[in-house]
């Protein structure tokens, strides 16, 4: 069966420091997603990624933070300048269709800033 | 705005036993409707959906979860409880007319007794 990929699945960097998470969603899916979950809380929204621009996005979502479809088959989430607050768990999402179908999760990638 | 509840932070059973995660939704319309679940370490796998028809659906594992509009509520139930069951468990609504974004509830953690 498909599956969202992601890498890496522990990253660990300095405060101040950029990060690129990797996603590759599921082949055939249109729209993405990236979500967080700080630790001991719930999953919140980032950002919807569809056609090549963002659709929507989170008030978590400032001038930090940055997606990109670089590919045909990679999509990225960039904080510029992490700070400890970004210490998270984060969840790329794919869908075909957002209306009629699920939306398939990866494993997830922890960053700790420290 | 859409919300979801999840009463209860942390439940505990014995395998054998029956279970029900409460889940509770605020919503302007007829709600899309999900749990997922996450196993320590794991991402997010989808148990079942509500999207619509018949209010009682079926998922993976022997789950099943029912829509009661009256109550805003999407129960998630199990008649017996594996040990394997013990994980996080997410209930999620969304998307909507105006976003594709899935709002989840807080988690419940289910711990599973021999």
């Known amino acids: 069966e498909p599956e969202v990929t992601q890498t890496p699945s522990h990253q660990v960097t300095q405060m101040g420091q950029e990060v690129i998470l990797r996603c590759v969603p599921i082949?055939?899916?249109?729209?993405f997603y990236w979500y967080r979950q700080i630790l001991g809380q719930k999953v919140e929204f980032l950002v919807s990624?569809?056609?090549?621009?963002?659709?929507?996005k989170s008030e978590i979502f400032d001038d930090q933070f940055s997606v990109e479809r670089p590919d045909g088959s990679n999509f990225t989430l960039k904080i510029r300048s992490t700070k400890l607050e970004d210490s998270a768990m984060y969840f790329c999402?794919?869908?075909?269709?957002?209306?009629?179908?699920?939306?398939?999760f990866g494993p997830g990638t922890r960053l700790t800033v420290l | 705005a859409q919300s979801v509840t999840q009463p209860d932070i942390h439940i505990t059973v014995s395998e054998g036993a029956s279970l029900e995660l409460r889940c509770n939704y605020s919503?302007?319309?007829?709600?899309?409707l999900f749990w997922y679940v996450q196993s320590p370490g794991q991402g997010l796998q989808l148990l079942l959906k509500?999207?619509?028809?018949?209010?009682l659906v079926q998922g993976i594992k022997g789950f099943e979860a029912e829509f009661k509009r009256s109550q805003s509520s999407f129960n998630l139930r199990k008649p017996s409880v594996h040990w394997s069951d013990a994980a996080e468990y997410f209930c999620?609504?969304?998307?909507?007319?105006?976003?594709?974004?899935?709002?989840f509830g807080t988690g419940t953690r289910l711990q599973v007794f021999p």
């Open positions: 509500y999207f619509s028809g018949d209010t």
């Open positions: 082949s055939n899916h249109l729209y």
């Open positions: 919503y302007g319309a007829t709600p899309y």
């Open positions: 999402a794919s869908t075909l269709r957002p209306s009629t179908d699920t939306q398939y």
């Open positions: 999620a609504v969304g998307p909507s007319y105006n976003t594709d974004k899935l709002i």
């Open positions: 990624f569809y056609n090549n621009e963002i659709s929507e």
